[in-house]
């Protein structure tokens, strides 16, 4: 499996008329990083919207402690709920999502790619074989 994704429905500080989903995508090609895209419906540029990318470790960390840096913050919520403080344009925004959806996520990447192992040999060579369109 090359790509793992999820799509999660968030609670926002959000007008109740919007839905926000959280895309959560791993691609086995960069097994250390996990992209986060913010959706809305109906998009509006009040809303904050867009992709930023973490550690997967950070994802993982932040389920349990405060952690992130920069435009990517992650904390524990309450009810089994992790938040996701994410900056961007035009501002701020909270999401809160399920801890069990996240590490299940999580899980299946490693399931994939175990944390500790993504930079072995035989990573590298799969990965190399990859860039070269060949079969590993």
Sequence with gaps: MDELRVDIVADTDAPTH???K???QWLRLDP?????TVLREPAHPAFVQGEWVMLRDFLRYGIEAATGDGDVRLRPGTDENVVIDLSGRPGRCSLRVPCSVVR???DATERVVPAGAEGSEAAMDELIEQLLGREP
């Design 18 to 20: 919007s839905s926000t």
């Design 22 to 24: 959280l895309r959560l």
């Design 32 to 36: 250390l990083a996990v992209s986060l």
């Design 104 to 106: 299940e996520f999580l």
